[in-house]
């Protein structure tokens, strides 16, 4: 029988299980929760806004804020609401900008003694409130210099009024101190916010574990008699087939929700790591299912499997632990789809899990 007509076979059979089905959906559902979420308004922190003296300088500086897309959510409101969403929790740090905001910044800039333009109360210190800070920092610094330009040009050169204005927007501000690009990829991998920057590694970790589980059906199938036909010399072929035909269309599933997601790179990047992807995923779940040899011990591992891999791939933090990251093949696939000088490591992978795990498969056949 020909390999796609076995590949289309045993997909059959897979979509009859439940447990398949509801792998294939979580991975869409996750990431239209996500999705829909970033288009809400939402943050890892917020801070509520309150402008006091509603003047030019601090109308750039919130505008600047809100307008970003960031970690950080601001809500514009005045002092008594402020408060309540602070002590009620639903702010952790309000930045009030004083009445005479102005006086006291421009004052700074000509380096008279100034009282604080802006009040900063926090619930509690945390990464995220100083990430918050930086921001305050990073808005109102550009409008500082200009402030410093003005006071130094009056000063010494005599000159003001909108010539110095438009002296420092079309000749001090032009260009950018800092070029950003990405290094060997020949295209950009898509844009989309930080709830949904580590869902391609959650993904890529759910192709890994549906592989197994399509192993661990196998093995099932085995030790519930309903492989006795088939020869002992066989089975690893049709237990590498049969997973080959369950993880493709799990890393169907898992492009479609990397394109939803806004994800998607180069689309023949994507397909070419996505590919080399399923089989590195099928030759680890063939060799994981011929170590373990028993369903249930197949069964317990998997979740310590899945705990390792988000822990050690590059997910939500780039733990230096390659030693045990590279034994793994969501790490592989992580590094290749944004680095394609991995892919020959990625290929040595596949060859080298495939390898290991017929040889023990001829082991365990004696």
């Given at each position: ?131 918050g800070l930086e921001k305050l920092y990073a808005y109102s610094y550009p ?110 599933f898992a492009s479609l929700a990397i394109w939803i997601s806004g994800l ?92 290991i795990s017929y040889l023990v498969s001829l082991k365990t056949r004696r």
């Open positions: 029988m020909k390999i796609p007509v076995l590949l289309y076979l045993y997909s059959k059979r897979l979509y009859k299980k439940v447990s398949f089905i509801v792998i294939l959906l979580a991975m869409v559902a996750v990431t239209g929760i996500l999705s829909y979420l970033m288009s809400q308004s939402a943050g890892m922190i917020t801070v509520a806004l309150v402008d006091r003296e509603n003047s030019q300088i601090t109308n750039e500086i919130i505008r600047n804020l809100t307008e970003e897309n960031s970690v950080v959510r601001y809500v514009i409101t005045d002092s008594e609401e402020a408060e309540s969403l602070l002590s009620n929790g639903k702010c952790q740090m309000i930045w009030e900008f004083a009445e005479d905001f102005d006086r006291r910044f421009t004052a700074l800039a000509r380096g008279e003694f100034s009282e604080p333009s802006v009040s900063v109360i926090v619930r509690e210190q945390s990464v995220f409130v100083k990430l409008i500082m210099a200009k402030e410093l330009c003005k006071y130094y040009t009056l000063k010494n050169v005599g000159t003001a009024g909108q010539d110095l204005e438009m002296f420092f927007d079309s000749f001090v501000r032009q260009g950018d101190i800092v070029q950003f690009s990405y290094y060997n990829n020949s295209g950009e991998p898509g844009q989309s916010g930080y709830l949904v920057a580590p869902l391609r590694g959650i993904i890529a970790v759910i192709v890994a574990l549906g592989s197994l589980v399509c192993v661990l059906y196998f093995m099932d199938d085995g030790e519930s008699g309903h492989l006795d036909a088939v020869a002992l010399n066989r089975r690893y072929r049709i237990n590498m087939i049969s997973d080959f035909a369950g993880t493709l269309n799990i890393a169907v998607t790179g180069n689309l023949f990047n994507e397909i070419i790591v996505m590919l080399i992807y399923v089989a590195a995923s099928v030759g680890f779940s063939l060799l994981i299912g011929q170590l373990a040899g028993k369903t249930a011990r197949l069964a317990a591992v998997i979740p310590i499997l899945a705990m390792l891999m988000l822990a050690v791939c590059p997910i939500f933090l780039n733990i230096d632990v390659k030693y045990v990251s590279c034994l793994l093949p969501a790490y592989w696939y992580l590094m290749s789809v944004y680095n394609t000088s991995f892919l020959p490591g990625m290929l040595i992978y596949c060859a080298f899990v495939f390898i």
